[in-house]
């Protein structure tokens, strides 16, 4: 693919995986982002990165419960904010 062809060719400078391995998004040596939204099955693929000296990385896995998460992200900014307006 032409993705593989710029990895070989040195052109690829950053890949990050998603979390599930089956989307990928990278940024060539110019900038230019590029994203491959269905992966192929390739073992060989990780290893083909690391030695053309790709900085790998792959996104955290996403919980389901991001409401909850909202809620226990706001309560000491609030209860802080809170603080302050009684003082």
């Known amino acids: 693919s032409d993705f593989l062809k ?3 060719g040195d052109r690829i400078e950053k890949v990050t995986f998603s979390s ?3 989307q990928l998004l990278g940024v060539d040596v ?3 982002r590029l994203k491959i939204e269905a992966l ?3 073992p060989g693929l990780l290893t083909q990165l690391t030695d ?3 900085d790998v990385t792959v996104l955290p896995t996403q919980e389901a419960g991001g ?3 909202l809620a226990q992200s706001l309560i000491f900014p609030a209860a802080l904010f809170a603080g302050l307006f009684f003082l």
């Open 6 to 8: 710029l990895v070989d």
């Open 30 to 32: 110019d900038g230019a």
């Open 52 to 54: 053309h000296k790709v």
């Open 20 to 22: 599930d391995g089956t």
């Open 67 to 69: 409401l909850g998460e």
């Open 40 to 42: 192929p099955n390739d």
